[in-house]
């Protein structure tokens, strides 16, 4: 297991913007709204040949009574119980204040290793007197950083590989199935992840939108290794009011990118809607390998028909993804748990799969032979031959006469016959027609 980092302190003292910093990408939300990271963000980054998990926290509020507040206090808590090293964050420009005090004491009755940032020391040089009074935390001693500007973060990051425990695996994986968990709002996203996880690593509450950020999961099963994405709900562009939520759909975007399947989560108690087709045309387009999950299943009324129904009505409603494969399922009861990560393993499989060119023109020369390709004008379409030119999605070239005659229709019936010899279920399979003076491969 990687080690893992958390960065803590309370609101607003600039986490989000060291995190984004040191994991080079935009995952955590900054604006200066406090509270505004509510879950731990998990991001996979390295600092010289050490690879490492970084944690951004929610701010801590010991003394709030606030429901969210009260749960990113407990998000922060995990956090710190998980992690190997952590950074607590303060600001030379508030000086130590009472909750910095309150964090440094949960810290140290925690008994974690800790390393003290000293942030928005925006200048170089010698640092301000104001910087000497956070020695009063009893942290030993602190470094000054700017996560704005990314001065002194070298430091940081030295110090706190140099507090890794010694028997930390700090090599890369990557034999992992990442994952994304996506759906609109209030699907049951959060909870799924937390069923598989078995602990509460993501706030589940019933206010839409609780999940605002992309949250790294990882998660081990047997030999198998799994990175669950769990993604902020993609609501419609026009209830998309206030900036923090606008950002929250790009992460969800951002989160299809990075994953190589997509759960895509349906509530059965509200049926298929509109933002459902939205949400998995995108997964689709990014060619990722795609299951439908349909969630509360078990506070359907049933009868002997209603699951063959809503199967039906899920086909019509994705026609363009008659490969998705379908499960129903309770993240709440746990009821099919087990089968969804079976399918997520099957269905990466066949994201990566490979085929031989013998097998393909097999195949081809077969279907050929079925259904005699178009003719216009008394120029029939001929197919050379075809060879695979990538996975994930799988990816074939076909070599032709013609790219005119190959009709779509001709095509979709090509990809049924090499998804009925070869399967691909849960991918998508993509198809480039090249005539054959076509120098460029």
Known sequence: MKPLVAIV???????????????????????????????????????????????????????????????????????????????????????????????????????????????????????????????????????????????????????????????????????????????????????????????????????AGTTRDAIDSHYINGEDKYLFIDTAGMRKRGKIDENVERYSVVRSLAAVDRSDVCVIMIDASEGITEQDTKVAGYAHEQGKACIFAVNKWDIVDKDDKTMKNFTLRVREEFAFMSYAEIVFISAKTGQRVGKLLELIKKVNEQHKRRITTGMLNDVLNEAMAKQQPPSDKGRRLKVYYGTQASVAPPTFILFANSKDLFHYSYLRFIENQVREAFGFEGTPIKFIVREKNEKKL
């Open 9 to 207: 302190g309370r609101p607003n003292v600039g986490k989000s913007t060291l995190f984004n910093k040191i994991s080079g990408q935009r995952i955590s939300i900054v604006e200066d709204t406090p509270g505004v990271t509510r879950d731990r963000i998990y991001a996979d980054v390295s600092w010289l040949d050490k690879h490492f998990t970084l944690i951004d926290t929610g701010g801590i509020e010991p003394a709030s009574k606030d429901e969210i507040l009260v749960q990113m206090r407990r998000q922060a808590q995990l956090a710190i119980e998980m992690a190997d090293v952590v950074i607590l964050m303060v600001s030379v420009k508030d000086g130590v204040t009472a909750n910095d005090q309150d964090v440094a004491q949960m810290l140290l009755k925690a008994k974690k290793k800790i390393v003290l940032a000293v942030n928005k020391v925006d200048n170089t040089g010698d640092v301000p007197f104001e910087f000497y009074e956070f020695y009063n935390l009893g942290l030993g001693d602190p470094i000054a950083v700017s996560s704005t500007h990314g001065l002194g973060v070298g430091d940081l990051l030295d110090e706190v590989t140099h507090k890794f425990p010694e028997d930390a695996d700090t090599s890369e994986d990557e034999d992992e199935i990442k994952v994304a968990v996506i759906g609109k709002p209030n699907a049951g996203k959060s909870s799924l992840v937390n069923k598989i996880l078995g602990e509460d690593r993501v706030i589940v509450s019933d206010i």
